[in-house]
């Protein structure tokens, strides 16, 4: 019945900015060996955070329930040991020292766009001046060109007359629509992971990115909440873990080519330091306050019980993208997300949008 619900949830038409295709759970593409003499030097890492990290895993060993590693599951496969790599150490040793000195992550963030930058400042007004955003855009060729091509797609330009002209395609999408899609075309670049071993990862944080998004602007709405800082929220929320994967790319480069990332401790780890990242990353972004807020509380959401009202959206919302994932790749079961349900306490309106037919759009 569990399994009906879902696909009821999920059931609408999924936006051409969603590749479809990919959902499946693909095996990793095997890793080709480079040269010992070819790898580059890893960076040194002094015994203290040595002894820190030593800490840090005994104490996760004690404490790990196992369920945070689900979605790491998802995204890079089922091959969970208790032995904790070299290469797993030095990833937790590097993004330790992210947090320690967060300047130091300043080269790995890309740049916002000034259209992106802009449209966050507005996002803290009451009221969106589109034709003032719109002369914005304008002067950003690739965002430009990114909207004229949503224009042309079937959801907003059924009749199949070509849209050209930037302020056409302004009038077509209208102010959510033009706001909507600059944030995914940034967020969709940012989540492009090269790297052939990690190809489908970037993939998986992008679906449940924009799966997030929308839940958490339907979630928002059903409780007169800011609909639009909602979508921004959802779709930023799992910015940190792209950084973690940066770091990953990095620690194979250096790493023998058998290394393999399998430890339970080590999915637990990486996800609460990711969380802890996305709050660096938003605010170094200079993201409005309810968006770094709502971000924290669900870095926070297994210690604390109170939460801003955005804060309480994402947190519901990121709980049923992931589930529905996991469960999408056969990782766990319906009797599982039940109890995970029942552990949560779901409010009442969000048990009734899992069971709705079908979300406004």
């Not at 895993?57 to 091959?79: C, H, N, P, R, W």
């Not at 849209?163 to 492009?192: C, E, M, P, Y």
Request: glycine fraction near 4%; hydrophobic fraction near 45%.
């Amino acid at each position: 019945m569990l399994g009906k619900l879902l696909d009821k949830l999920f059931g609408r038409a999924v936006p051409q900015h969603a590749p479809v295709a990919d959902r499946r759970v693909a095996s990793p593409a095997p890793v080709i060996p480079v040269p010992v003499a070819e790898r580059e030097k890893a960076p040194g890492h002094d015994e203290a955070a040595r002894d820190a990290l030593k800490a840090e895993i005994k104490y996760s060993e004690m404490t790990g329930s196992g369920a945070e590693q689900l979605f790491y599951d998802y995204l890079l496969g089922v091959q969970n040991t208790d032995r904790i790599s070299e290469l797993e150490h030095e990833i937790l040793l590097s993004t330790n020292a992210l947090l320690d000195k967060p300047e130091s992550m300043l080269d790995r963030l890309p740049k916002l766009p000034h259209s992106v930058s802009k449209l966050l400042a507005m996002l803290d007004t009451d009221d969106f001046d589109l034709p003032a955003f719109c002369a914005v855009v304008a002067k950003d060729p690739a965002i430009a060109a990114q909207l004229i091509s949503v224009a042309n797609s079937a959801q907003y330009n059924p009749g199949g007359d070509e849209i050209t002209d930037i302020k056409r395609a302004f009038s077509l999408l209208g102010s959510q629509g033009v706001k909507q899609h600059v944030l995914l075309g940034f967020v969709k670049n940012v989540s492009n992971i090269s790297h052939v071993y990690f190809k489908t990862f970037g993939e998986k944080i992008w679906i449940h990115s924009d799966e997030t998004a929308h839940v958490c602007r339907d979630l928002a709405r059903l409780r007169g909440l800011d609909a639009d800082a909602a979508f921004l929220i959802g779709l930023v929320h799992d910015i940190g873990k792209i950084v973690i994967f940066k770091l990953i790319v990095d620690a194979f480069r250096r790493s023998n080519p058998d290394e393999k990332l399998g430890s339970s401790v080590v999915k637990q780890l990486l996800h609460q330091k990711s969380m802890q990242l996305s709050v660096l990353v938003a605010t170094h972004w200079r993201m409005p306050d309810v968006v770094i807020a709502a971000i924290r509380d669900l870095a926070r959401s297994e210690r604390h019980s109170t939460f801003s009202p955005l804060g309480e959206v994402l947190i519901n919302a990121n709980f049923i993208s992931e589930w529905r994932l996991v469960l999408e790749a056969g990782l766990s079961s319906e009797q599982a997300f039940e109890r995970a349900i029942m552990r949560m306490q779901l409010a009442d309106d969000v048990r009734s949008y899992i069971a709705a037919p079908e979300q406004p759009a």
